[in-house]
């Protein structure tokens, strides 16, 4: 499995506006500069945090980009949505509309695996939210307070 640059500086860019979120709008400019990714992608990025209602555009001179919810409602998992579609792409899926092109179908004892390993993911991700990322205070033998508070549940 492996995580993809677009949502590698998605979660940035919303760590970002989640640590100015209640102040002033930030500029594409400054986030792009701030996390050290291309201001290019930063825009595409933004674009897509938008049309997934994660973030609001404020026009004008001291316009730029805001949170559209408070930290703590806004989960990783819905940022992972809003760049990739899912959170985890289930390989059997592939299969399921369409031309059959799985050889396996029917009989095939890693079908379950790769469905329980993305419930899995997604609850995982569905279970950390921005604020709790911020908040990551190092817990009991350094978790971060939100990792533990993940095991606990």
Do not use: N
């Amino acid at each position: 499995m492996r995580i993809t640059s677009s949502v590698e500086y998605a979660t940035r860019l919303m760590l970002t506006l989640a640590r100015e979120h209640g102040r002033a709008p930030v500029a594409a400019e400054r986030l792009a500069e701030s996390d050290a990714i291309p201001a290019d992608y930063v825009s595409q990025l933004l674009v897509k945090l938008r049309r997934a209602g994660l973030v609001v555009s404020h026009r004008g001179s001291a316009g730029g980009y805001s949170l559209s919810e408070a930290p703590g409602k806004i989960t990783l998992a819905r940022v992972v949505r809003a760049v990739d579609d899912v959170v985890f792409e289930d390989v059997c899926a592939r299969y399921a509309d369409g031309p059959k092109d799985c050889r396996h179908q029917g009989a095939c004892a890693l079908s379950p695996v790769w469905s329980g390993l993305g419930s899995v993911l997604t609850r995982y991700l569905e279970g950390i939210t921005l604020a709790d990322v911020l908040s990551g205070a190092p817990a009991a033998c350094g978790t971060p307070v939100w990792l533990e508070k993940l095991s606990s549940s």
